[in-house]
């Protein structure tokens, strides 16, 4: 099926550090949606995202939905240990036909 | 509020042995999904029901897949005979309609040996 492209695929990074990761889609999408997976859990959302340009924060994290509706970025600043875990976009649009989409997931390691 | 809950959360099965997954949605969701999430990938829709109607099941296999959502609340998911490939998370998800927020349970982890 149809998937978005997600980069980074992974990273590691320093206690303390900024994280930066993004979705980019050939489709136009009108919802945005930042999921979280831990280990051995199903996916929890985070930010949702309904409006071109909107930026959202929850917390340590801040998403925006871009201009052109086929991309999205997800911040989270000072990353902590518990940040770990598999961060998933999907995308979502108005036809009642059209499932949600989802990128292949940014994989995250935080070193303490 | 309850989130999804699923179960079995985990089952190992021989292949060609069947398995069935049950799921009960948010309450006030009238939206059901299913959804297949092999390792290392995002997951990937199987059906989406509309109350008790399954209005998108084009990625379902329905050779030996099946689902169904007979009162418009809970769903089961069953695959009869298990194949070594359908080793995955099968993940259900609700929502208040399509179009709308999609939020998923912890997921029924399959193992076929």
């Known amino acids: 099926g149809q998937q978005l492209n997600q980069s980074p695929q992974s990273m590691f990074i320093q206690e303390g550090e900024d994280v930066s990761m993004n979705c980019t889609s050939s489709s136009i999408f009108n919802t945005w949606l930042w999921y979280k997976q831990d280990p051995g859990e199903g996916p929890v959302l985070l930010i949702a995202l309904y409006k071109a340009g909107e930026l959202t924060s929850n917390g340590r994290l801040t998403a925006q939905f871009g201009i052109t509706r086929k991309d999205s970025f997800l911040n989270i600043s000072a990353s902590i240990p518990s940040d770990v875990g598999i961060y998933f976009c999907?995308?979502?649009?108005?036809?009642?036909?059209?499932?949600?989409?989802f990128g292949k997931g940014t994989r995250l390691s935080v070193i303490a | 509020e309850a989130g999804v809950v699923q179960s079995p959360r985990y089952k190992i099965i021989e292949k060609k042995q069947p398995v069935a997954f049950w799921c009960n949605p948010i309450s006030g969701h009238n939206t059901l999904y299913w959804y297949r999430q092999n390792l290392g990938q995002g997951p990937e829709l199987l059906i989406r029901y509309e109350n008790e109607e399954a209005v998108d099941d084009s990625q379902l296999p329905k050779d030996r897949f099946s689902a169904e959502r007979l009162k418009g609340v809970d769903s089961t998911l069953k695959i009869q005979p298990a194949e070594l490939g359908d080793s995955a998370v099968y993940l259900c998800?609700?929502?208040?309609?399509?179009?709308?927020?999609?939020?998923f349970g912890e997921g029924s982890w399959l193992t076929v040996v």
């Open positions: 999907a995308g979502l649009s108005n036809s009642e036909n059209t499932p949600l989409v």
């Open positions: 998800a609700s929502s208040e309609g399509s179009g709308n927020t999609i939020y």
